[in-house]
């Protein structure tokens, strides 16, 4: 219906402010009921800015004189339905500005005003040109090999990702010489033939029979041990999905799961199977976005930011390793995939499955309460057997690099068996401190560094960035080491002689990857050796080329949390875990439940084909409460003595918290802000604000850093004393001097 010419559009602007923008429609015309979820330009300030129409409302004749739209971008709502009341629940929930939640839920080019892009699939032919002059190609180039698949004809471009790596490199040179060229393959929606998998054990098919008990919303935890056949769970509800010609939505927690996760999906679903994730180019997530928006996508794979994919036909929702952290989005609007995939679920009414071997303890607690369905896998499918897990006391005795004599034993037997070893450290870099062992000088990042509270700079390796080592390779000294702060990125030059006494007695103090690295390759220096982790991985599916280059021949892999997660690795037989006691003493109120689960996915790595596994965990508290409750009840009885920690304490999830951060370069501004802000907070016996504090990491980056912890045992409480305060923070003039932010749920204190 045609609204009156006087109408004004309202327009959520991707900026920091709790409101919306009213603007004349201009040229474009009368404005109708199906313009709300379109995108318009419109001028802001001295430019311009692309926004989404989320209204049409009388214009105030009282008010300001309203500008004009400069432009129209749609010719239908690209953000309507469920979807947009999904990113109105966002900005109540999280209480973020409207314009700043629709514009993260927007892939870049989108977001930027540029229009939808083609959709259809894409196959590289041979011309023919090509098809007459291929054999006159170089034998054994890439560029002959790939041709040589051509000639029998086209390929398409999912397929060749999978079976020629860098073969765009080749494509490129044959396109230019006019012997290949890119050709365009017909849509389809059609649900193909696909492969029936392996037969399911009997939990699995009991597991499956409770997914598919009734219609509509339901959510169900998956707690299944490692191995155990989650993903063969996904795959069939995924069939029962598309069998009805619905679309169906997976979320992983990393993108280095995403590859191995899209072949396995692709190889049984006989469809394509689109992905979205960061590291993919900004044409290639539009693509995917676009794809499931026209409803020509029916299996979309990806990390945290997919939950906001459009799902006009929904039929299934899941959510691979529900506990992973990293489904919790750390700066901007700080919302967390799962609870989102929750909530979208409800709304579309279609089921979300939360798979884990290690639950949340807030999924946990939500299925004990019969919020979920909880359905359990305490076997791993196959003929695969539980990893032998083994503590090592390592006290009094000696250690090379951080390694013990019965781990360095253990490699070295299961090099002997042609077997692959891990060696799990979750810290990157050479060594965490550099300190001078005459006058205790140790290098600090002067950017993150207070008077009270010296933050160290990690020491990393000359060869930063190096995926592998190669066998028989002479180890590094530690000239040209360079220095990094993990927190804000600085870097530095390693001194030649102490900055204080000019000694020259500088020695790295503690071990991670890289070091790890150097002494394994000194100890097998014939061992094929990879280290994976944040460095190393750099590149776009770079974690699956690493592991691809060790196959299935013996070798160790030396890694951090990356490895930790979902990969399946057939020949890998030991998993030693260095720096277990790091986590062991924590002032963090998750640390225990983040090391079980950390501990327990990363053991999962071992023995999950034929071959028996072990895990030799070293650690200087061996009879510590937590390992003994691992080894004896596993995850299930440290989540049950958690939970009831959690309770006795008020902390979530019987209790419900927020977090104001704020930053600036003076402290005095921070504690300000925070002075004010709990003076403004509404007196209530249901919540409670505490005192402005300095966050546990009181500097970063040159800025001082504070917070305000709320909480209430009762969530509507602290969404309503939320709701009135926040839109007031915005009004004080020291909010003008500071960097704030609003966390609800936070995963962290820091």
Known sequence: MPFSSSDALRVALPLPLPREFDYLPGA?????????????????????????????????????????????????????????????????????????????????????????????????????????????????????????????????????????????????????????????LPGSTEHGADDDGPRLTGAQADALA????????????????????????????????????????????????????LARFRARLGLPVHAMHSGLADGARARAWTAMWRGEARVLVGTRSAIFAPLPEAGLIVVDEEHDASYKQQDGIRYHARDLALVRGKALGVPVLLGSATPSLESLHNAMAGRYAHVRLNQRAGRAKPPQVRVLDVRKRPLTHGLSKDLLDGIERCLERGEQALVFKNRRGYAPVLLCH???????????????????????????????????????????????????????????????CASLALQPQGFGTERIEEALTARFPQARLLRVDRETTRRKDAMQQHLQELGDRP??????????????????????????????????????????????????????????????????????????????????????TELAQREAAGFPPYAHLALLRAEAPNEGDVQLFLREARALWPASEKTEASAPMPAPMARRAGRARGQLLLS??????????????????????SARKVRWSIDVDPLDLY
């Open 28 to 184: 474009a015309g009368l404005p109708m009921a199906d313009w709300i979820g379109r995108r318009v330009r419109v001028p802001f300030g001295r430019g311009e800015q692309v926004g989404v129409i989320t209204a049409l409302a009388p214009a105030n004749e009282e008010g300001p004189e309203l500008k004009a739209i400069s432009e129209l971008l749609d010719v239908q709502p690209l953000l309507d339905g469920e979807l947009m009341e999904s990113l109105r629940w966002v900005a109540r929930y999280y209480h973020a500005p409207l314009g700043e939640v629709i514009a993260t839920s927007l892939p870049t080019a989108l977001r930027a005003g540029l229009p939808l892009p083609e959709t259809c699939a894409y196959a590289q032919a041979l011309t023919p040109a090509g098809m007459e002059s291929w054999s006159r190609l170089r034998r054994g180039s890439a560029t002959r090999r790939l041709a040589e698949a051509l000639q029998s004809g086209p390929i398409d471009e999912d397929r060749l990702d999978q079976v020629f790596e860098s073969w765009r490199v080749g494509a490129r040179a044959l396109t230019a010489r006019g012997l290949m060229e890119r050709i365009a």
């Open 555 to 640: 070798g160790i892999l030396i890694g951090t949390q990356m490895l930790a997660k979902g990969h399946d690795l057939p020949r890998l037989t030991l998993v030693g875990v260095v720096g277990v006691d790091e986590g062991l003493y924590s002032a963090d109120f998750r640390a225990c439940e983040k090391l079980a689960q950390l501990l327990i996915q990363v053991a999962g790595r071992a023995g999950r084909a034929d071959l028996p596994g072990e895990v030799l965990l070293q650690t200087h508290h061996p009879d510590h409460p937590l390992l003994a409750t691992l080894l004896v009840g596993g995850y299930p009885a440290l989540a049950a």
């Open 712 to 733: 209430s045992n009762q969530r509507p409480a602290l969404q309503a004393a939320l709701g009135s305060w926040v839109p007031a923070l915005y009004e004080f003039k």
């Open 438 to 500: 005459d006058c205790g000088w140790s290098a600090h990042c002067r950017r993150c560094s207070t008077p009270t509270q010296e933050q160290p700079m990690t020491l990393h390796g000359a060869a930063h960035g190096r995926a592998s080592v190669v066998a028989g390779r002479t180890p590094e000294t530690t000239a040209g080491r360079t220095l990094i702060c993990h927190h804000c990125g600085a870097r530095a030059a390693r001194p030649a002689s102490c900055p204080d």
């Open 210 to 261: 409770t997914l598919r008990e009734g219609k509509g919303f339901r959510a169900c935890l998956i707690e299944g041990v490692t191995g155990s056949g989650k993903t063969e769970l996904y795959l069939q509800a995924i069939r029962d999905c598309l069998a009805e010609g619905r679309q169906a939505l997976i979320l992983v927690p990393e993108i280095g799961l995403t590859p191995q996760t």
